[in-house]
């Protein structure tokens, strides 16, 4: 059973950054699509970021130059590293996984129908 497990939310004034990992057990393939996924309060969670396993990566418009998506194949491990955050990007944020999931020909891989496998999730609050 595939298991993705978040961590690094917290607590930071606005202007700071934080960088979030969501580490993946159980899974073998090498191909694949990851998304860092977010859910505002009292909003429907929404895309972030997205990273396929050839490399590509895909942005929601708000979080472009600000946030990067990466991905360390030796430790199974997906992040995001935030920057200059700001109050509107308080949520819990989840790490997704779909196997054999892929960016092009129009799919941005940014849907929460996309994916099957989800994190518990990890809470980012921004303050100022």
């Known amino acids: 059973q595939v298991q993705l497990v978040e961590s690094g939310g917290g607590s930071v004034q606005a202007g700071g950054s934080l960088r979030l990992a969501c580490a993946v057990s159980e899974y073998t393939s090498n191909k694949y699509c990851m998304g860092w996924f977010r859910r505002p309060p009292g909003q429907q969670r929404e895309g972030v970021a997205a990273i396929d396993s050839d490399g590509d990566t895909t942005y929601t418009d708000s979080v472009k130059g600000r946030f990067t998506i990466s991905k360390d194949n030796a430790e199974n491990t997906l992040y995001l590293h935030m920057n200059s955050l700001k109050p509107e990007n308080t949520a819990i944020y989840y790490c997704?996984?779909?196997?054999?999931?892929?960016?092009?020909?129009?799919?941005?891989?940014?849907?929460?129908?996309?994916?099957?496998?989800w994190g518990q999730g990890t809470q980012v609050t921004v303050s100022g």
């Open positions: 997704a996984l779909q196997p054999g999931g892929w960016i092009g020909f129009g799919g941005d891989m940014l849907d929460v129908s996309d994916y099957n496998y």
